[in-house]
């Protein structure tokens, strides 16, 4: 019996990966006209948010996350918090110390 | 039955797809970890020096900094495709989105050779004398090393592609087995990302 490769073996033509690409490029434009207009001290935020979403684009249709296993997906997550708890509690240590 | 399971194990031809991409996965969050750090540093030097971060900024142009932007998704563009082409058996698609890839990922560079150029004949570099305030050096040491960093990626992610193109050539990267050129993929689109996250850092906080 051969068993079904976790790999993603399916097809996809080019279509999505057009339009990812076409929306990056959008939100490239996106992030430097918010850079342009002074929103404060959230312009940074926003501007991270907008990064946050082209990466999140990247990662699930150009890196095939969509089609990867729970396992996977469970250890990119698990990574992500780890950077997410060092990044606040730096900050924490930064914010109130000083 | 166990006995038979062994041979296939040892057989020649035994490939293990998801072993291979698991291993470059762990890489990659190896490498998202080393760059978070870089990013930690970033994060915490510019909240202790807001102002000159945001003044030591306004040297950089962000015209160039988009244009990357714009070539280095380009190119995940053409990498994603030439594996979607090998896939799909369009062997030739595929050679020509990987060369695309190639030159797209050498202009980048080009371009932050001459930016970097610009850079010194400016009098910033990394110990400069002209570099005078705290928060200015630590901006430009950041700027060097993250961006250099990134830049020896992009280096090292064109060898592997030359390397990649060669192999897809002579069939050894083919559409039945292409984990190599998915894995250079995966290294190319985190390579993309780290980017993704330097352009707003670094240009965008003028």
């Known amino acids: ?98 | 039955m166990e006995r038979a399971a062994a041979a296939d194990i040892n057989a020649a031809n035994h490939r293990d797809y998801a072993g291979a991409k698991l291993g470059m996965w762990i890489f990659l969050f190896t490498e998202l970890l080393f760059f978070g750090g870089l990013f930690l540093l970033y994060a915490v030097y510019r909240s202790k020096y807001l102002a000159e971060f945001q003044n030591a900024a306004t040297e950089l142009n962000i015209t160039i900094g988009a244009i990357n932007t714009l070539i280095l998704i380009t190119s995940s563009l053409t990498m994603a495709l030439s594996l979607s082409a090998l896939k799909s058996g369009k062997k030739g698609h595929s050679l020509l989105f990987q060369a695309l890839t190639i030159i797209f990922a050498s202009a980048f560079l080009v371009v932050k050779y001459f930016e970097w150029t610009a850079k010194f004949s400016h009098g910033i570099w990394p110990g400069s004398p002209e570099l005078t305030s705290q928060g200015e050096i630590i901006f430009y040491s950041l700027y060097f090393v993250m961006t250099g960093l990134h830049g020896l990626h992009v280096i090292i992610g064109i060898v592997a592609f030359a390397i990649i193109l060669a192999m897809t050539n002579k069939n050894i990267i083919n559409e039945g087995d292409y984990i190599k050129l998915e894995n250079g993929g995966l290294y190319w689109h985190l390579v993309d990302i780290i980017w993704i996250y330097l352009f707003p850092l670094i240009y965008l906080i003028q």
Do not use: C
């Open chain 1, 1 to 98: 019996m051969k068993e079904k490769e976790t790999i993603s073996d399916e097809k996809t033509g080019y279509r999505p990966y057009l339009a990812v690409w076409a929306a990056l490029l959008a939100l490239t434009g996106i992030t430097v006209y918010v850079a342009g207009i002074d929103l404060g001290r959230y312009g940074i935020i926003v501007n991270i948010l907008i990064a946050s979403v082209k990466a999140s684009l990247v990662v699930y249709i150009f890196m095939h996350l969509k089609h990867e296993s729970r396992m996977l997906k469970a250890m990119l997550f698990f990574v992500l918090s780890t950077l997410t708890v060092t990044i606040v509690l730096t900050f924490m240590d930064v914010l109130y110390r000083y």
